[in-house]
């Protein structure tokens, strides 16, 4: 081995030092915080407005991490929509921006997601969930529900 060689072998030896193998990369969910509205009335004239949040950390990651979200029982990003008593439905949304523009979902048909973002080591990060109920739905009263899958890619 030359000298410029073993330099190397030494730098990278450091480097890996530094940066403890990516087989014992692992990103963790930390905590939820879920989107709930409350109380809604037929009645109302404004959005009905919520925040939730998902918390993660990671620790010898270097790839970047994704959150999406599914369309939920509806089937559709663009109205999704919560079960009630007796069938009726009432519409909502999910979005990744606190205008409530940019509907959360995998990243396909017009909707955001958050990320790609490459984690800071060892750090919570705290993204918040905005969701959503437009005013005026005349739906009868009961507890309205939804199940969506959150996928987290890192």
């Given at each position: 081995m030359t000298l410029r060689n073993r330099a190397a072998a030494f730098a990278v030896a450091g480097l890996c030092g530094l940066l403890p193998g990516l087989a014992g990369a692992v990103c963790q969910i930390r905590g939820t915080v879920g989107v709930s509205f409350g109380t809604y009335l037929s009645t109302d004239l404004l959005p009905r407005d919520s925040v939730g949040s998902i918390t993660y950390r990671c620790e010898g990651q270097l790839t970047p991490v994704t959150i999406t979200?599914?369309?939920g029982?509806?089937?559709s990003y663009s109205s999704r929509s919560m079960a009630g008593p007796n069938a009726p439905r009432l519409e909502y949304n999910l979005y990744t921006d606190p205008?409530?523009?940019i509907v959360w979902g995998n990243g396909a048909e017009g909707?955001?997601?958050y990320?790609?973002?490459v984690p800071?080591?060892?750090e919570e990060?705290?993204?918040p969930i905005y969701g959503r109920i437009p005013a005026g739905q005349a739906v009868p009263a009961g507890a309205y529900a939804?199940?969506?899958v959150m996928t987290v890619t890192f």
């Open positions: 979200f599914s369309t029982g509806s089937g205008t409530r523009l909707t955001g997601r990320g790609p973002v800071v080591f060892g990060v705290t993204v939804d199940t969506l």
